[in-house]
């Protein structure tokens, strides 16, 4: 067992009886390459990566592999979940000298951690015009022994051309229509009209996107970007890339067609989608975005809850195919008809062959489908399909399960969070925010030290040894901010507070810009800095969110001047790539439309008895509406008047001042700095909201 045993990553564990004798990251492992005089193998991967998986089988696990990078290197693991500031330096570089990237990512470094030689994904034999691994780590050393001034050279030329990139978007300003309608052209353009989303394939649920689009329509009422929206939703949940089982989504596409999946889960993708169908069905009443919002919720509680009250980060792509006894992927999900006929008998297979496009070819491997709805859900057929999905699940149960990766990563538990309540008021399912709550409380007690910084992840109960990054301040607060909405808990808004003072303390650069790490935080050989959104939103992005629906809840300036100049990045990007900054154009509707301040009163004021069952009513009937409401610049608190009795102070400052109207709850509407007059009939409420 090598130097991994021990550390919380899954992902490393996996690697910590490989013959290959692994360090994790850290100075020790660089100061035993100077003593040793000898490269550093920087390996970058993921639990839930296949191809991952496959270098580790062919490369890492044979022993005449691993000796020579045993004598020849000093060989580092690092879990790019865990140390997403490792993961984008050497990425940027990687992207830089290759033009792609990718995991597995292979970098081999000088011991001053000055990257020389890039590559990901290497095959235990030359395949396809790419060299061996075997034939990459000679060359690599050979040029070590022999051409060190050569390696020395490129190395320092790699360092100072990334040390020379920065981001220019001091005094930019947020953008306003203007820029928000050259993204939505842009995105018109790059829409696949046939397939829904955007591009080719591979095809990636674009779910900042859809969240613009959304907020976009709503603000503006612009029926195209709706439709482009609630096609993309639809096509996805009736394809491959859902899983028409047990509910839940893949991490791509690998046609454009949404058919076949790469077929891990990933928490942030679920959890992000989970909200987009929930504030689709918000939009349009879609009973296929209500059915999939929930599924997908009830999929991350059952599939991805930990022990602890958190959520897992993945589930893996590959899991044992019974027949072969090989680890494969997508062996746990695809059918045959054959399959089909042993679970469910001759006639129910058919239909469900039928209605599921199981076909004797398959449109995966070996004759194996993926599930999908190409033919609808056919109502009619509703409890007949119903019993049909409800058996293959439980034959399903009885295969081997993919694996999972157990650790918690506190952004992607933020994003659950906030999913969750949000899912649970909408469509009444109070079980869910019970969950995030859950969720939350092991964030505070476990991830956050008692000056509220944040340590990246954490696994059975025990905190990982990485700090937080932007991404982590930014999508926790953004949870708790949600989860204060739906509570009326404001324990949630200061925790909120706590997170976001420390962005503005400790991330912030120049001009409005944003770092991934703080100040304080290990020293790489660049300060990571990216405000595009991929798999999930930036830090940056998230950040300038999360600061603006603070800044609302508390009349803040210094949040709200921190999120406009945070959005200066959007104007320079959103006309020119709005696929890659989809958060923060959400982020910007919300500018435009707010703030808006809805502060719902109810229960007695001091001397006024317990609230009576009609006022109880009522004061949810005004929350349900405000709740309903698609504003995008809205925040909502609701709790007593001024904490109700006995002087106590509002939880919440938006209840501060705000009584009961003759004796009965009471909405109150401010918009731009200008509040409307208070009113006691939910009907008016979405009237005003509306507008």
Known sequence: MNRLAGVTSPYLLQHADNPVDWWPWGAEAFEEAKRRDVPVLLSVGYSACHWCHVMAHESFEDATTAAYMNEHFVNVKVDREERPDVDAVYMEAVQAATGQGGWPMTVFLTPDAEPFYFGTYFPPEPRHGMASFGQVLEGVSAAWRGRREEVAEVAGNIVRELAGRSLAVGGAGAPGEAELAQALLGLTREYDANHGGFGGAPKFPPSMVLEFLLRHHARTGAEGALQMAADTCERMARGGIYDQL?????????????????????????????????????????????????????????????????????????????????????????????????????????????????????????????????????????????????????????????????????????????????????????????RATEAADLLVRVHMDESARLTRTSRDGRAGANAGVLEDYADVAEGFLALATVTGEGVWLEFAGFLLDLVLDRFRGEGGALFDTAHDAEQLIRRPQDPTDNAAPSGW????????????????????????????????????????????????????????????????????????????????ELLRAALLSTAPGAVIAHGRPDGGRDGEEAEFPLLRDRPLVGGRPAAYVCRHFVCDAPTTDPAELTRKLAN
């Open 246 to 434: 047990g509910g839940g989504f893949a991490r791509y596409s690998v046609d454009r067609e949404w058919v076949v999946p790469h077929f891990e889960k990933m928490l942030y993708d679920n959890a992000l989608l989970c909200r987009v169908y929930a504030h689709l069905w918000r939009s349009t009443g879609s009973e296929l975005a209500r059915r999939v919002a929930l599924e997908t919720a009830d999929f991350m509680v059952r599939e991805l809850r930990t022990p602890e009250g958190g959520f897992a980060s993945a589930l893996d792509a590959d899991s044992e195919d019974p027949a072969s006894g090989r680890h494969v992927e997508g062996a746990y999900y695809v059918w045959t008809p054959a399959q089909l006929v042993e679970v469910l008998g001759e006639e129910d297979a058919e239909y469900a062959a039928r209605h599921f496009g199981v076909t004797a070819e398959g449109t995966f491997e070996e004759g194996a489908s993926v599930l999908q709805l190409p033919q609808g859900e056919g109502v009619a057929e509703a409890g007949r399909i119903a019993d049909i999905r409800g058996r293959l699940l439980a034959a399903r149960e009885e295969r081997p399960r993919p694996g999972r990766d157990d650790k918690i990563v506190a952004a992607w538990n933020g994003l659950a969070i906030a999913a969750l309540a949000e899912t649970s008021a909408l469509f009444d399912r109070p079980d869910l925010v019970d």
């Open 541 to 620: 992005t998230a950040a300038a969110g999360a600061l603006l629906s603070y800044a609302a809840h508390t009349g803040s300036e210094a949040h709200r001047t921190a999120a406009e100049g945070a959005l200066g990045v959007v104007t320079a990007l959103g006309p020119r790539a709005p696929r890659f900054i989809g958060w923060g154009l959400a982020t910007v509707e919300a500018l435009l439309d707010g703030p808006r301040e809805v502060a719902i009163v109810s229960g007695g004021e001091e001397g006024a008895g317990e609230r009576t069952g009609a006022e109880e009513v009522a004061g949810r």
